[in-house]
């Protein structure tokens, strides 16, 4: 090949290559920057028996369930079922509130299930409902560059197997119905870390035997007010932060002291800012070898005509 040509073609590998490796980064960037939101009303995951127990057809039903980064809303008050009552529609949750919403906006994300005046039944249980509730409802607010937040609201009592439950904060809590079976309540789980939040307003862990309209036994768990979020962008934490250790921001210093030499890893993140990253010099150096070597070839080559 000609010197020119060799060194054009090398040119324009080298530049090909740089504007893959940048346009990858920009789009990993991007990921991390976008952030979630999640909120569902009921969510449960039972597994029932039928037929004396020859046969398991999974209870599986969430009702508003929503997901951002867009906004997004729903309202539904009953949540039905197919295939576990005669092939009639089985009605797990009636409820005179049932509201589930997610939103992601600028650096905020944010999400919340509200549920009241509700009732939830299983299959063989008809009459008797599983619970009964007031009111509850569960929040997650996650914003980049602050601590996220979650948290539950419950009433003072809740209706379990026809039995009236006192919640309390001490643990969770047990209901035995002999002939029945029997409920565990877990109460206001909330979890967070650097990003994300999650907030659960009640959670029953379920094993009852009702031995009606052909249900053997049903196990499994209902989930009520869940609420998740993950923050746009990084955590509030910088890396290398103690924990739990008060962050203080890049423009309040504490007076009279130097500001710390910027570390390896901070100076890569200053890179990026600027629309390059830890990939920008080495794809530059390359660029500038392969010109190099391109304009050698291009002074042999007219040389030798001369």
Known sequence: MPARRWAAAATATVLAAGSAALAGAGSAHATEEQGSAGAVVLRTGLDVSLLNKTVHAPLS??????????????TALTATLDGVDGGKPFTVLRA????????????????????????????????????ELEKISSRAVCEAGRTPLASATLPGSVTVLGKRV????????EVKVPGVGE???????TETTSRTAAATALQLKVSVDPLKL????????VTLAEATCEAPGGGVEPQGAPAGEAVVPADQEPAGQEPAEQEPAEKEANLAETGGDAL????AAG?????????GAVA???????
Do not use: C, Q
């Open 287 to 295: 660029a500038v070898a392969l010109l190099a070597l391109g304009g």
């Open 61 to 74: 039903v969430t009702l508003n369930e929503v997901r951002a980064p867009h906004s997004a809303r729903k």
């Open 280 to 283: 920008t010099p080495y794809v």
């Open 300 to 306: 042999v080559s007219r040389r030798r005509r001369g």
């Open 214 to 221: 052909n249900v053997a036994e049903v196990e499994g768990t």
């Open 96 to 131: 005179e509130v049932a509201d589930a919403r997610a939103t992601v906006e600028g650096e905020r994300a944010e999400s919340s299930a509200t549920l009241a005046k509700a009732r939830v039944h299983l299959p063989g249980l008809p009459l008797l409902g599983l619970i």
């Open 166 to 173: 006192k919640l309390t904060s001490g643990g969770p809590s």
């Open 183 to 189: 409920v565990r309540l877990d109460l206001s789980k």
